[in-house]
């Protein structure tokens, strides 16, 4: 029996009901996906995911690959091997990636949707097959030289894997810090010399070819370069030498080799590689050859094409875990019997009842519910605004708002997405199991540690709050959080759900003032460090609050926009989904009652933000 537990018609809610894409789907660039087509997709896509994906689930992490030092190798289980090639022969993962290079057409919408199923079920087949996504990067940034566009092609023809190689052992997430090099040889390649660290995919036996796309600081040429991120290039380095024009290996070994493969708590079948390039003492000592992508110093520019896919794949991902850690937790509850009802609990011949009779474990329930729905709304709220930036791309133009909101949201995504689902799994959908959550018999302990990790990939936590305060709402100058605000104040002072939803609009108001007033506070606190540099501290000591903050308004306004549709559907004959839109207004109910009081005591705590923290003495801690 699969662990994973998929919620297709909520997925399908969100997609053709809430924000409902069908008007854009069979149109226009997505005139060859039409919704019936889209529904078709998520169907199968859903039935892979939960039978084939999700079957190497267990063996995959009991089972994980061994690294071998005498041939730099970790091969995958047999059982993930089947998984992964399951998927890559059903041609789902080409959806959203450019036609010019062997893609599918789709929107971002049902491509992340598609995604959350097989980031539920597997996620690491996920990561194994960035391949020809990475692909459309180097197609992207290849700036019309046809032999980049060929790589591009191939990538995807030939289902190559491919990595993006960014962190150094000593550097960790200061990118600009790494000192791996780049120097160029006369026939128009590049040698690299360095060791880069945590790196995803870099190893396995799963693909003919690895396409690493790594920064690296080029040497003997000219340019602004610098030190610090400015002064990085993107190189494309292969695993094995290949033809460009056919594609086929050459059989000749470059000089990338994996060096070591991290023993990990969760996760485990999906490797996590230290990568040594042109090492004299690794491998046959062959230097690591490659070409650099586009132009030189432009490498972290072309590289945040990858950061972004990969912080809104981590993003779908922890909530996709809470989704089905919900789901089963809920499964488990309603036939685990335990105790009297409350009501009778000083009756000892009171009929013993399944625990979902329990208050808190309804509450716990309905937090649960409430959460991995709201989440799943951010994450399609977030590509619906990428289908917009598509569809004017694919037009010859550029909507800036479109990009400036979706930049705004992949914090959220990332960072709020994360942190809620790793907690919830944990405190709520783990303990709703009592003791045997923390039995392997279950899938939820495996969930846990496979979700910790969310929380840290792409950038941590306090890197994606840091990047939202500074660069997506201060750099932004506030346009895109003041235009979803705007988004947030009309659906307020609208009739929205009305009578049923009157309280929860009010509580949204008031949260979205307590969140403003945190930014504006913060925008002092940053205003008055140009006369004392240390006042800068305060803001960041803020910016995860913020960020959490302003995930709770937007997921609870997410909620309550679905409850309005729900409400409308309940007015009719809502037939045999009477239950489940039942469900989506008291999810919603539930979420703004439960979470958006709180940020008023945020707000303070922001508000009278200090340096004493800063001011004590290491020693102290």
């Known amino acids: 029996m699969s662990h994973y537990k998929s919620n297709l018609r909520d997925i399908e809610f969100n997609l053709f009901e809430l924000f409902n894409v069908q008007e854009y789907l069979g149109t226009g660039v997505f005139e060859d996906m039409d919704a019936d087509?889209?529904?078709?997709?998520?169907?199968?896509?859903?039935?892979?995911?939960?039978?084939?994906?999700?079957?190497?689930?267990?063996?995959?992490?009991?089972?994980?690959?061994?690294?071998?030092?005498?041939?730099?190798?970790?091969?995958?289980?047999?059982?993930?091997?089947?998984?992964?090639?399951?998927?890559?022969?059903?041609?789902?993962?080409?959806l959203g990636l450019p036609e010019e290079i062997g893609g599918t057409t789709a929107p971002p919408s049902l491509v992340?949707?598609?995604?959350?199923?097989?980031?539920?079920?597997?996620?690491?087949?996920?990561?194994?097959?960035?391949?020809?996504?990475?692909?459309?990067?180097?197609?992207?940034?290849?700036?019309?030289?046809?032999?980049?566009?060929?790589?591009?092609?191939?990538?995807?023809?030939?289902?190559?894997?491919?990595?993006?190689?960014?962190?150094?052992?000593?550097?960790?997430?200061?990118?600009?810090?790494?000192?791996?090099?780049?120097?160029?040889?006369?026939?128009?390649?590049?040698?690299?010399?360095?060791?880069?660290?945590?790196?995803?995919?870099?190893?396995?036996?799963?693909?003919?070819?690895?396409?690493?796309?790594?920064?690296?600081?080029?040497?003997?040429?000219?340019?602004?370069?610098?030190?610090?991120?400015?002064?990085?290039?993107?190189?494309?380095?292969?695993?094995?030498?290949?033809?460009?024009?056919?594609?086929?290996?050459?059989?000749?070994r470059n000089g990338v080799y994996v060096t070591n493969v991290e023993h990990k708590m969760g996760l485990k079948v999906s490797n996590t590689c230290e990568v040594t390039f042109g090492d004299a003492q690794v491998g046959g000592g062959e230097p690591a050859r490659g070409w650099l992508l586009g132009e030189v110093h432009d490498g972290i520019r072309q590289m945040f094409d990858v950061i972004e896919n990969a912080r809104m794949m981590v993003g779908t991902k922890a909530i996709a875990t809470l989704s089905t850690g919900y789901l089963n937790a809920l499964e488990y509850a309603k036939s685990r019997i335990q105790g009297a009802d409350?009501?009778?609990?000083?009756?000892?011949?009171?009929?013993?009842?399944?625990?979902?009779h329990h208050p808190d474990v309804r509450r716990s329930l309905m937090t649960q519910k409430s959460f991995a729905e709201a989440m799943r709304s951010l994450v399609i709220y977030t590509a619906t605004w990428q289908d917009k930036v598509f569809v004017t791309k694919a037009a010859g133009e550029r909507d800036e708002l479109a990009e400036a909101v979706n930049d705004l949201l992949?914090?959220?995504?990332?960072?709020?997405?994360?942190?809620?689902?790793?907690?919830?799994?944990?405190?709520?959908?783990?303990?709703?199991?009592?003791?045997s959550g923390f039995l392997q018999e279950y899938p939820i302990e495996q969930y846990v540690r496979d979700a910790k990790i969310d929380t840290l990939y792409e950038g941590t936590t306090a890197i994606q709050g840091q990047d939202f305060f500074f660069r997506k709402i201060v750099k932004d100058q506030g346009r895109a959080l003041g235009h979803l605000a705007g988004e947030i104040k009309a659906f307020v002072e609208s009739e929205a759900g009305n009578p049923q939803l009157k309280n929860e609009?009010?509580?949204?108001?008031?949260?979205?003032?307590d969140a403003e007033a945190m930014v504006s506070a913060m925008i002092n606190d940053l205003m008055s460090a140009q006369d004392e540099i240390r006042n800068i501290y305060k803001v960041g000591l803020n910016t995860t609050r913020l960020l959490m903050a302003l995930g709770d308004v937007v997921c609870a306004w997410l909620l309550l926009r679905g409850a309005e549709v729900a409400l409308d559907r309940l007015a009719g004959d809502a037939g045999a989904d009477k239950a489940y839109y039942e469900g989506k207004v008291a999810a919603a109910q539930w979420f703004a009652q439960t979470n958006l009081p709180r940020l008023a005591a945020e707000l303070k705590i922001a508000q009278g933000a200090n340096l004493d923290v800063m001011e004590l003495d290491e020693a102290a801690f």
């Open 37 to 94: 087509t889209a529904r078709e997709i998520l169907s199968e896509v859903e039935r892979v995911a939960r039978e084939d994906l999700a079957a190497s689930f267990v063996d995959s992490d009991r089972n994980p690959p061994v690294f071998d030092p005498a041939t730099n190798s970790a091969p995958v289980p047999a059982s993930f091997k089947k998984s992964y090639d399951t998927w890559m022969e059903s041609g789902f993962w080409a």
């Open 112 to 252: 992340w949707s598609t995604g959350e199923m097989v980031l539920g079920a597997q996620a690491p087949i996920w990561m194994y097959c960035t391949g020809p996504s990475m692909g459309s990067v180097v197609f992207k940034n290849s700036n019309g030289v046809e032999r980049d566009i060929k790589i591009a092609k191939l990538m995807l023809e030939k289902q190559w894997g491919a990595t993006m190689v960014l962190t150094e052992p000593d550097a960790g997430s200061d990118v600009g810090a790494g000192k791996t090099f780049a120097t160029p040889n006369d026939d128009g390649t590049w040698n690299i010399s360095g060791v880069k660290r945590f790196i995803t995919s870099a190893e396995s036996d799963l693909q003919e070819n690895i396409m690493h796309l790594v920064l690296a600081r080029p040497k003997g040429v000219e340019g602004v370069g610098g030190p610090g991120t400015k002064g990085l290039s993107l190189f494309l380095v292969p695993k094995y030498h290949f033809d460009v024009e056919s594609g086929e290996l050459t059989g000749e």
């Open 342 to 356: 409350l009501t009778q609990s000083s009756d000892k011949a009171a009929p013993r009842v399944t625990i979902t």
């Open 410 to 435: 992949l914090p959220i995504v990332k960072g709020y997405g994360s942190e809620r689902s790793w907690v919830l799994l944990g405190t709520e959908s783990l303990q709703t199991f009592g003791g």
């Open 505 to 513: 609009r009010d509580l949204l108001a008031h949260g979205l003032a």
